[in-house]
DNA sequence: ATGCCTTTGTGAACGCGTGCACAAAGATTG
DNA sequence: CAATCTTTGTGCACGCGTTCACAAAGGCAT
């Protein structure tokens, strides 16, 4: 998960713990794919496996929306999908404003998925004079001089920052001031916001690293069995040359 | 967070727990940042201001790894960095291959942030023929059909996915059929994989969708507070226009 | 109408993660 | 060398999240 979020401590958001708000948009997802395959409805079991989640957690957390199901048959697809859009507040229509259209802004602007959901790019916004008046993915970019005014006149209260890390704390700063309470980092910074705000990180570089922990565990876990003469589990043939590299594993080498 | 692993249930993993291993790259990256301002000793109470969390967290968290701090004046900034890089297996050079190379792809090729920490591009695989030898951030492209070959002459044990989600499954399934045990995917998909293989996910629309979550939640308690002739608690200024779109908010009318 | 079969909704137990608070350790100063 | 001051390392309690297991609910067949 490449994610995380700041400040407000306990959850009690209107009941719904927060661990289920995560899983919501997931469940969401495989409902609207069940939904266009005009399936009618859908048992715990099934719906759990299409989320990737344990059956029991999927009905706690929705038995935190209300008792949306009938016993015997399971959930009504149509309604779910309803239901779960109104508690995210996916029946409105969000404006979203990107800041920072490098590489990274300019995937995110030309991202198809974006608006799918009720997510709006309102506008795009980079401190490069160059860019400004270009249009990426139809939409103009627009200069920084403009960000309090742009998130003024649009009312955009969700704002994603995908400038350089050293920029990003000041974009934040600004962004809040003007108005914008829910913020999406793509820096790779920790970004400092008043209570009220609300910050979720997506960081490459975090992931990569925590995938790596577990890849040299795996790897000296692997040597440590062969070291034994314990057979290595499964798929041997590529994990004959699981050090990366050419290196040797990380363990003692007598 | 846009986060989540799939299988291993328990954690244990050297008895690391996983939220620690989580936040270890984020000290890693507040002590990089010390150590290339030459400081050369941090204490707990700084580095998790730096790291954003609670200092007494980031003295367990470390606790884990060993005893690495002197009591009265705090940790030396360059042997921590040491340590952490090698639990988590920055000492070694990992390569990596990114499938998928259209507007994301092409952007985390281009992300600099990438080599930074023992991370390599090994390679870039799509499979529009069209797409073939043409170079992306100066590495040429190549073609599906070499992708086993790819991971097998590279010893690649980590892949990037971020292809359509269509294809996302059987890219994966074909990425741990040549030996891949890590992967992190980008497309809005749950992949199913074996044991042994770890998945973390990036999902912009979730991260979205939280967001919203929260911000509808926000504008529902304003609505309801100015309705009982609470006056807003700060910044009232933005307050005054959250229900985006200019829609009302999702309360009841009267 | 009655009984069976399926599936929900949730009580309860458990484990992980968090944060407080403090004793022990060590540096520093006189 | 002793006193003081700073900061670590951790015992402990608490709360959240997960999972099991099952009684209740409801459809459906006879
Ligand atoms: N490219 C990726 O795949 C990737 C992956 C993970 C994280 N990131 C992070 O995302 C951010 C952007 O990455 P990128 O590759 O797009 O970088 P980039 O250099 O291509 O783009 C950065 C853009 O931000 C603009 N900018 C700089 N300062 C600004 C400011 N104060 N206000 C507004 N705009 C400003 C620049 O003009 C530029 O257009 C970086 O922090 C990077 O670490 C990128
Ligand atoms: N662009 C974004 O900012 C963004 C954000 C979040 C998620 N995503 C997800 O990331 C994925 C890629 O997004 P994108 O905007 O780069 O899409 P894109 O259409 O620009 O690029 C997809 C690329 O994958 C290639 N491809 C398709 N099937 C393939 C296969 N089976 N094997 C190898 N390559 C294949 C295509 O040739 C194309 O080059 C999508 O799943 C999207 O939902 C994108």
Chains 1, 2 share one sequence.
Request: hydrophobic letters at 40%; one cysteine or more.
């Amino acid at each position: 998960m490449a994610t995380g979020r700041t400040h407000r401590p306990a959850t009690r958001s209107r009941g719904i713990p927060e661990a289920t708000v995560a899983r919501l948009p997931l469940y969401l997802r495989a409902l609207t794919a069940l939904s266009e395959r005009s399936v009618p409805t859908v048992s715990s079991e099934e719906l759990a496996v299409a989320a990737g989640v344990n059956s029991a957690k999927l009905r706690k957390d929705f038995s935190y929306l209300g008792s949306y199901g009938t016993r015997g048959v399971g959930y009504d697809v149509e309604y779910l999908v309803y239901q779960i859009s109104r508690e995210l507040g996916l029946t409105q229509d969000w404006p979203v404003v990107i800041v920072g259209i490098g590489n990274l802004g300019a995937a995110l602007a030309n991202y198809g998925g974006f608006a799918s959901r009720g997510f709006r790019v309102a506008a795009l916004i980079d401190a490069d004079p160059e860019m400004a008046g270009k249009p990426v993915a139809g939409i103009p970019v627009q200069h920084t001089d403009e960000l309090e005014r742009i998130i003024s006149d649009n009312g955009v209260s969700i704002g994603v920052i995908a400038t350089p890390a050293g920029g990003a704390q000041q974009v934040c700063e600004r962004l809040v001031a003007a108005g914008v309470t829910s913020i999406l980092n793509f820096a790779p910074t920790v970004l400092t916001v008043p209570d009220g705000v609300d910050v979720r990180k997506v960081d490459l570089s975090i992931e990569l690293q925590i995938l790596a922990f577990h890849e040299q565990r795996k790897a000296g876990e692997e040597a440590a069995a062969a070291e034994a003469g314990t057979p290595p589990p499964i798929r041997s043939t590529a994990a004959s040359r699981k050090g990366p590299d050419g290196e040797v594993p990380a363990v003692m080498p007598a």
